[in-house]
């Protein structure tokens, strides 16, 4: 994608980007891991008031896409399904705890977490 | 006889006058090449309005003091109230079509084509000094903290507000705070470290090496929604027993997160720990 929005001529046009498009599981399993740690998932250093230099922007799709040599389609599958896919329904289930534990501490007057991660949270 | 050149402090006066008038806290006006020279590729105000010559942004709409201050988190779970700010920023940018004659768009609020937003409007509310970004995530500003924020995209070549001098995150009780124990109250009620989503350090009144585990985050924030159902679904349809997926499908937790969805306006934000203990616009949250 270009700074104007534009596909690039190698990039499919915005319908197809649009479109139904369901990755290869195996292309899936290859490549999640890489995408989700160059995307914006998990955050380091992103913010604006940052000087030059320490900020760090994640990268777009298309970015990806072009570095690891793949379909920017398959990659923002691979990442939006990655997304989704990192926590399963018991880390909703654990929130419930979470939330009950955070509010309490607040009402107690401290600001400490008695959550502290108990139960352990769950990951795939 | 040529157009008279309007005066564009006056015009800019007038809306963004407007729009307190009906409720936003907080009005300014940002520069589209300011917020272009640090969006991502695609994310610039001209890919969305080719026209654009000045960005408006309002915030407003936070949580209420009670709310803040209730024992019950569901309580919180159902005030995000987002949308009255997306609606505010739909009647700001239908008078400016309408009386002045420029175009307008209310940047949506969805989701783009890849589940992205459509502007990083936390981006546009920094250039334009609506507020600054937070260790914890959400935009503060320092008189009232936690708001919502819309963004209109517009013709009108309004004068341009600058950003803030000074971020309102770190607040200096989190300084303090941190120097004595390593934390923050944001990253002591939710560490990433320790099962929840935030990190990071404070250097010289700086956030640096801030980390932010969004993934889950969503797991609280959309606790009772798409996301959750979607882990629900993903749960039921790989269950082989008829009554056990008629047990996850009726019970407690799905019903509410069906509930939730059907009640969207109300449920846009449904975790709000890191925002509750967070020093800045506190008094903004204490009454009698």
Same mark, same amino acid.
């Given at each position: 994608?270009?700074?104007?929005?534009?596909?690039?001529?190698?990039?499919?046009?915005?319908?197809?980007?649009?479109?139904?498009?369901?990755?290869?599981?195996?292309?899936?399993?290859?490549?999640?891991?890489?995408?989700?740690?160059?995307?914006?998932?998990?955050?380091?250093?992103?913010?604006?008031?940052?000087?030059?230099?320490?900020?760090?922007?994640?990268?777009?799709?298309?970015?990806?896409?072009?570095?690891?040599?793949?379909?920017?389609?398959?990659?923002?599958?691979?990442?939006?399904?990655?997304?989704?896919?990192?926590?399963?329904?018991?880390?909703?289930?654990?929130?419930?705890?979470?939330?009950?534990?955070?509010?309490?501490?607040?009402?107690?007057?401290?600001?400490?977490?008695?959550?502290?991660?108990?139960?352990?949270?769950?990951?795939? | $006889?040529?157009?008279?050149?309007?005066?564009?402090? $006056?015009?800019?006066?007038?809306?963004?006058?407007?729009?307190?008038?009906?409720?936003?806290?907080?009005?300014?006006?940002?520069?589209?090449?300011?917020?272009?020279?640090?969006?991502?590729?695609?994310?610039?105000?001209?890919?969305?309005?080719?026209?654009?010559?000045?960005?408006?942004?309002?915030?407003?709409?936070?949580?209420?003091?009670?709310?803040?201050?209730?024992?019950?988190?569901?309580?919180?779970?159902?005030?995000?109230?987002?949308?009255?700010?997306?609606?505010?920023?739909?009647?700001?940018?239908?008078?400016?079509?309408?009386?002045?004659?420029? %175009?307008?768009?209310?940047?949506?609020?969805?989701?783009?084509?890849?589940?992205?937003?459509?502007?990083?409007?936390?981006?546009?509310?920094?250039?334009?000094?609506?507020?600054?970004?937070?260790?914890?995530?959400?935009?503060?500003?320092?008189?009232?903290?936690?708001?919502?924020?819309?963004?209109?995209?517009?013709?009108?070549?309004?004068?341009?507000?600058?950003?803030?001098?000074?971020?309102?995150?770190?607040?200096?009780?989190?300084?303090? $705070? %941190?120097?004595?124990?390593?934390?923050?109250?944001?990253?002591?009620?939710?560490?990433?470290?320790?099962?929840?989503?935030?990190?990071?350090?404070?250097?010289?009144?700086?956030?640096?090496?801030?980390?932010?585990?969004?993934?889950?985050?969503?797991?609280?924030?959309?606790?009772?929604?798409?996301?959750?159902?979607?882990?629900?679904?993903?749960?039921?349809?790989?269950?082989?027993?008829?009554?056990?997926?008629?047990?996850?499908? %009726?019970?407690?937790?799905?019903?509410?997160?069906?509930?939730?969805?059907?009640?969207?306006?109300?449920?846009?934000?449904?975790?709000?720990?890191?925002?509750?203990?967070?020093?800045?616009?506190?008094?903004?949250?204490?009454?009698?």
């Amino acid at each position: 994608m270009t700074g104007s929005g534009q596909p690039s001529p190698s990039q499919p046009a915005r319908g197809e980007l649009t479109g139904f498009h369901v990755v290869d599981p195996e292309l899936y399993r290859q490549h999640r891991a890489q995408i989700v740690r160059m995307s914006n998932s998990h955050q380091v250093d992103i913010n604006e008031f940052l000087p030059d230099g320490v900020r760090k922007r994640a990268m777009t799709d298309a970015e990806i896409a072009e570095r690891l040599g793949l379909d920017v389609r398959d990659v923002t599958e691979i990442r939006v399904v990655a997304e989704h896919d990192e926590y399963p329904i018991e880390e909703y289930e654990a929130s419930a705890r979470f939330k009950d534990a955070a509010s309490a501490s607040y009402r107690e007057g401290g600001v400490k977490n008695l959550y502290g991660g108990r139960p352990a949270p769950t990951k795939r | $006889m040529t157009d008279v050149e309007p005066d564009w402090q $006056m015009v800019k006066s007038e809306v963004l006058s407007g729009a307190l008038k009906r409720g936003a806290a907080v009005a300014r006006v940002g520069d589209p090449d300011a917020l272009a020279a640090i969006a991502a590729p695609g994310q610039a105000p001209v890919d969305l309005l080719p026209q654009v010559r000045s960005i408006i942004v309002l915030g407003g709409s936070a949580p209420r003091a009670g709310e803040w201050h209730s024992p019950r988190p569901e309580v919180m779970e159902t005030v995000g109230t987002a949308d009255r700010m997306a609606a505010l920023g739909s009647a700001v940018a239908r008078r400016i079509e309408d009386e002045l004659g420029y %175009y307008a768009l209310n940047v949506p609020t969805a989701t783009d084509q890849d589940d992205k937003p459509f502007l990083d409007f936390t981006a546009a509310a920094v250039i334009s000094g609506a507020g600054s970004p937070s260790l914890a995530g959400p935009v503060l500003h320092p008189e009232h903290g936690f708001l919502y924020f819309t963004v209109i995209l517009t013709s009108l070549p309004l004068p341009a507000d600058e950003p803030l001098d000074a971020p309102a995150c770190p607040a200096p009780s989190c300084v303090e $705070m %941190y120097d004595e124990r390593g934390l923050t109250p944001c990253t002591d009620v939710c560490n990433i470290d320790d099962g929840g989503c935030l990190g990071g350090q404070i250097q010289e009144g700086l956030v640096i090496g801030r980390r932010y585990d969004s993934n889950r985050c969503r797991s609280r924030v959309y606790h009772y929604w798409i996301p959750g159902y979607q882990a629900v679904l993903d749960r039921v349809l790989s269950e082989p027993d008829a009554e056990r997926r008629k047990m996850m499908l %009726y019970g407690s937790y799905f019903t509410r997160t069906m509930w939730s969805i059907t009640y969207s306006n109300v449920s846009q934000g449904q975790c709000f720990e890191c925002m509750r203990v967070c020093p800045v616009g506190a008094e903004q949250r204490a009454l009698r």
